[in-house]
């Protein structure tokens, strides 16, 4: 089990875990172990999560998702296979918890008698300041 939150827990078993060769520097390691981790998890078909947390994680996991709702996380940043794998483990909970967290409604206020004097006021400055740019008159042409 992955515990996300008190009340938000992920088996074992909806994760599924490729091991696959990393990418990039390393030498002989790289090029004979597969040390890096695809860990993927079925985001759309989960009972484990609920709708409004599903949405949400949707939203957030931009183009670690692929059309079917299979979320794809890879790690590949430790030369270990097992430190790869708790980290791609982390990164799937980190992920989970910041969609379970529900954003604030906006309420719409209006500005402040105040502080649409201030603006105003600003902008008649600023105003000024170009006019004053602006070419002098001669009266002598």
Same mark, same amino acid.
Do not use: C, W
């Given at each position: 089990?992955?515990?996300?939150? =008190?009340?938000? %827990? ?6 599924? &875990? ?5 990418? *990039?520097? *390393?030498?002989? @390691? ?14 759309? %078909?989960?009972? %484990?999560?609920? +709708?409004?947390? =599903? ?5 957030? $996991?931009?183009? /670690?998702?692929?059309? +079917? *709702?299979?979320?794809?996380? &890879? ?7 097992? =430190? @790869? /794998?708790?980290?791609? =483990?982390? /990164? ?9 967290? &529900? ?18 006021? $600003?902008?008649?400055?600023?105003? &000024?300041?170009?006019?004053? /740019?602006?070419?002098?008159?001669? +009266?002598?042409?």
């Amino acid at each position: 089990m992955i515990r996300i939150t =008190r009340t938000l %827990s992920i088996p074992e078993s909806e994760l599924v &875990e490729l091991f696959i060769r990393a990418s *990039g520097p *390393g030498g002989q @390691n790289v090029n004979k172990v597969s040390t890096a981790v695809q860990l993927r998890f079925d985001v759309l %078909s989960s009972p %484990s999560l609920p +709708d409004a947390v =599903r949405a949400r994680l949707l939203k957030l $996991s931009g183009n /670690r998702i692929t059309q +079917d *709702g299979i979320l794809i996380i &890879e790690a590949q940043r430790y030369r270990s296979q097992g =430190r @790869n /794998r708790d980290d791609a =483990r982390v /990164r799937l909970a980190e992920l989970i918890r910041a969609a379970t967290v &529900e954003p604030k409604p906006r309420h719409a206020t209006k500005p402040t008698a105040a502080s649409r004097r201030q603006r105003l006021a $600003s902008k008649q400055q600023r105003g &000024e300041i170009k006019q004053q /740019r602006s070419r002098v008159k001669t +009266d002598y042409q």
